[in-house]
Nanobody
Framework: HVQLVESGGGSVRAGGSLRLSCAAS????????MGWFRQAPRKEREGVAA???????SYADSVKGRFTISKDNAKNTLYLQMNSLDVSDTAVYYC?????????????WGQGTQVTVS
């Protein structure tokens, strides 16, 4: 069945780096937009970065220049390289896929992975 599984979260000091991975199975997502979203305590889920089916990327202003999204179509895996992490990046990070990159169009979600920056 269709499934997204995130990995790579953890705890890191401010200024450090982490790389998240999202393994997709059950479907070939090359025609989908895939992205990373996050939800901090008591806040709404927000978009972090996305990569569309044509390879174009987009980032939230808060992560531009620090985070890089990439996708390996052969491995059906999405990545998020996070550098210069800040306490404000602490959240549960979700991988999502959908027809379009907007949050409201994301229909397939992973279970989430916790990122804690101290």
């Amino acid at each position: 069945h269709v499934q997204l599984v995130e990995s790579g979260g953890g705890s890191v000091r401010a200024g450090g780096s982490l790389r998240l991975s999202c393994a997709a199975s059950g479907y070939t997502y090359s025609s989908y937009c895939m992205g990373w979203f996050r939800q901090a305590p008591r806040k709404e889920r927000e978009g972090v970065a996305a990569i569309d089916s044509d390879g174009s990327t987009s980032y939230a202003d808060s992560v531009k220049g620090r985070f890089t999204i990439s996708k390996d179509n052969a491995k059906n895996t999405l990545y998020l390289q996070m550098n210069s992490l800040d306490v404000s990046d602490t959240a549960v990070y979700y991988c999502g896929a959908g027809r379009y990159c907007s949050l409201s169009y994301i229909t397939i979600w992973g279970q989430g992975t916790q990122v804690t920056v101290s």
